[in-house]
């Protein structure tokens, strides 16, 4: 399928969602603007960050609540997705674009919020984190084995030349496997601990003191299920199935540019499908709206809350425009570009819609590229955060 056929079919998939009230609202859930749609409020990176703390810590207070108190226990599930979602949020979005300086004007006010951000999250502080991605997986070593990214998905064993089926059965395996999450786990305290500023080992011990008097207060049961579980656990998996579906984790071919390895490595990850035909009738009509809700409420929308929320929806725009500081209209500025490509006869975006299926895409790029040498694949220098 080519680019301009990939586009009319996203834009009808999208199209399809104008027969249902709350346009918005399926914009932020399919992360696919309109292409006729008039101009969306503006969201400031402020807001952005808002909404993360209130997913994050709104979600652990509730847990603590539920566990606590007499509310009902079934309300759990959803005070930890939000839970887990703001983890997410914070460390994807938010801390990400800080070290992009794009969260506020300053620099040291970037550095303060993600220093303070990743300190609360136990992720990878500021220094290592900007050094690693902005100047090394947003420059010259994006798409080759120099890429700790790129690393961290061959040395899980999802390596060229494997088959697709069995890639599939590795990554499920990663994400129960107790060795797995025990490893990403070290990595995280490792890089708060070791050989880091001293003001940030100091900031890393007072929240783990913390941490110790919350299990303390709460109790082991209550710490274990509303902190402990959502951030590393959940966090984890749903930070590798956002690793992998991120890029097109293939190798730059000789001639081509560190740009346009940027533009053919990169989609949106669209969460949604087609609406029924509108024609449809009786039983036939009932189960096609049945399995079209099933299917939004147990994979697009927690596919959008856990995995490719904020930004990350459209993180191929963002390979784009790396440092642009009007990142939460994102959605918005994807499309508007790719209408301006459009009236130029110009196609570079890759739409794919479901998560699913940017899985498939992208195992499948990675299964048919040429294998690698046993001693480039032994020498890998991965991170996981």
């Given amino acids: 399928m080519s680019l301009r056929q990939d586009l009319e079919r996203s834009q009808a998939i999208r199209a399809s969602y104008k027969r249902l009230p709350f346009q918005r609202f399926w914009t932020w859930l399919t992360g696919k603007e309109l292409a006729d749609e008039p101009a969306a409020r503006r969201v400031n990176p402020v807001e952005s960050l808002s909404w993360s703390l209130l997913w994050f810590i709104g979600g652990t207070l509730a847990s603590i609540s539920l566990l606590t108190g007499s509310g009902w226990a079934g309300w759990l599930l959803f005070s930890i997705t939000f839970t887990v979602a703001g983890a997410r949020y914070v460390v994807a979005t938010i801390i990400h674009h800080a070290v992009h300086h794009a969260v506020f004007r300053s620099a040291n006010a970037n550095r303060i919020l993600a220093e303070l951000l ?24 994006f798409s080759t084995l120099l890429d700790k990214d790129l690393a961290a998905i061959y040395m899980l064993g999802l390596r ?34 070791v050989d880091v500023p001293t003001y940030r080992l100091l900031m890393s011990l007072g929240w783990l003191s913390f941490l110790g008097w919350a299990a303390h207060a709460l109790g082991a049961l ?46 949106g990850r669209f969460c949604g499908s087609p609406l029924p035909p509108a024609g449809l009738r009786g039983l036939t009509c009932a189960t096609a709206w049945a399995k079209w809700i099933a299917v939004h409420l147990l994979l697009h929308l927690p596919a959008r809350l856990l995995v490719v929320q904020g930004s990350l929806i ?72």
């Fill in 314 to 385: 459209v993180h191929d725009w963002h390979h784009r425009f790396g440092s642009h500081r009007d990142w939460p209209n994102a959605i918005q500025l994807r499309e508007k570009q790719v209408q301006h490509e459009k009236a130029q006869g110009r196609y570079s975006y890759r739409d794919v819609w479901g998560l699913h299926h940017v899985l498939d895409e992208v195992l499948q790029r990675i299964s048919d590229a040429p294998t690698l040498e046993s001693s480039e694949s032994l020498s890998l220098s991965y991170r996981l955060n």
């Fill in 222 to 267: 209550v710490f274990i299920v509303a902190i402990v579980l959502p951030t590393t656990v959940l966090y984890q998996i749903c930070s590798l199935l956002h690793l992998v579906t991120e890029h097109a984790w293939v190798l730059r071919n000789d001639g081509e540019s560190i740009k346009d390895s940027h533009f053919n490595n990169a989609y």
């Fill in 118 to 141: 990743s300190t609360m999250t136990l992720v990878q502080p500021y220094d290592t984190y900007r050094r690693f991605h902005v100047y090394e997986h947003h420059g010259r070593d």
């Fill in 160 to 193: 060229p030349g494997t088959p697709v089926l069995r890639m599939k059965w590795l990554l499920l395996w990663q994400c129960l496997n107790p060795v797995f999450h025990l490893k990403f786990l070290w990595n995280r305290l490792k890089s708060n601990l």
